[in-house]
């Protein structure tokens, strides 16, 4: 599909191996938008895809991730549905089958883990409050997707309402991408690692025992924590 | 990494795209798993892999869907570290993303489908029953992986705790195969269309605002169950 467009449209957080398929002929064209900062609403978005399929483009919208997860692709399908033209969706791996993947651990755990939930911060963010109540649950692994400045809030509630400060929490960055980063660490050292892992940009953690580590590391884990 | 593999393991799942991939010379082997009717036990597939390896063969697991999302990847990884052996998760496209890209729907929207929840109905059986109420929630879209015998008590206790009979379900069996069914219906017929849609095998349905279909098929759709 990349192949064959003739103009591709795409986000910050496609890869680079991705952009070496364009055609050398085709357009490419940057639409990088960030929660936060907005360099174009999604309503342009929107209005750029459109006129460029109207005026006869081979239009490829490109986005890191799987697009039906956060990535706000109900908007340009029902814009696009509005005139009428046909778009077809190729799913992607989401950002959390990624980083469980390069951690070597499993989002489910038969058994143990039987339940997965996907949330944004934007959530937990803002007037209206989760319920974090019903987020804590033994049985079932949370991946949040969020800016860094979330963490504290985060871990701050999921132990007030009943997780375990030990709970294991993997945090990771730019997954797929060349500045990967990602750590495993305990909920209520939270905060501080997603401040080591992440400059800027967007962050995933994965919390839950799915994310549990070798006993060893755990171990050294918590020794630093009774250290410090 | 297929292409490169000495023996290749692959499941019932598993595409004919992916199994063309594998090398000529190499062996394939088929260890199909079903809920219900285990051909090989989790254990006998775990000692097939390592015995594969630790004869210096070059191994690759071959699973449809995403292996960390009910794919027991965690089983097979910690069974590879115990004998020593290094493993390389490869992620890939879980089939609630690839049924709704196939539906041309999102899993969450913007605003209204905010979080998203990923269960099996092996969860909904047997003497642990789930907390329904925490599965209710207008916000949420819930994947729900099942067998097509589960259809009847997922509709009859998702409406029996607060879920309107009309939200929107996407049934889909067989999602990237040849054999592939989608089809958009409602909560209370649910039992109805997972019969027709499956004869036998696994099944996932989507269920939430978020897989609502265009105006005039929802009226189509409420006509008829007027009629019936």
């Not at 019903?134 to 692994?141: M, P, Y």
């Amino acid at each position: 599909l990349i192949e064959s467009a003739s103009i591709v449209f795409y986000d910050a957080l496609v890869g680079h191996g991705a952009i070496e398929m364009i055609a050398p002929h085709a357009a490419r064209v940057p639409i990088g938008k960030r929660a936060g900062r907005h360099s174009q609403s999604q309503d342009a978005i929107n209005a750029l895809l459109i006129h460029a399929a109207l005026a006869g483009e081979r239009v490829v919208r490109l986005k890191g991730g799987d697009p039906s997860i956060f990535g706000r692709s109900a908007e340009e399908i029902d814009a696009h549905a509005a005139h009428g033209i046909c778009a077809l969706i190729c799913p992607g791996v989401t950002t959390a089958s990624a980083a469980a993947a390069s951690a070597g651990r499993s989002l489910t755990l038969r058994g143990s883990a039987r339940h997965l939930r996907f949330m944004t911060a934007q959530s937990c963010d803002g007037d209206a409050e989760p319920d974090w109540a019903s987020l804590v649950d033994l049985a079932t692994t949370l991946a949040i997707y969020m800016e860094r400045g979330s963490a504290a809030r985060i871990s701050r509630n999921l132990i007030a309402y009943g997780l375990s400060p030990t709970t294991p929490v993997l945090v990771t960055s730019g997954v797929s991408l060349p500045g990967k980063r990602c750590t495993t660490t305990r909920l209520d050292l939270l905060a501080l690692v997603v401040k080591g892992v992440a400059a800027a940009g967007p962050v995933l953690i994965i919390v839950g025992k799915a994310m549990c580590t070798r006993a060893t590391d755990q171990a050294v884990l918590n020794a630093l924590v009774t250290a410090l």
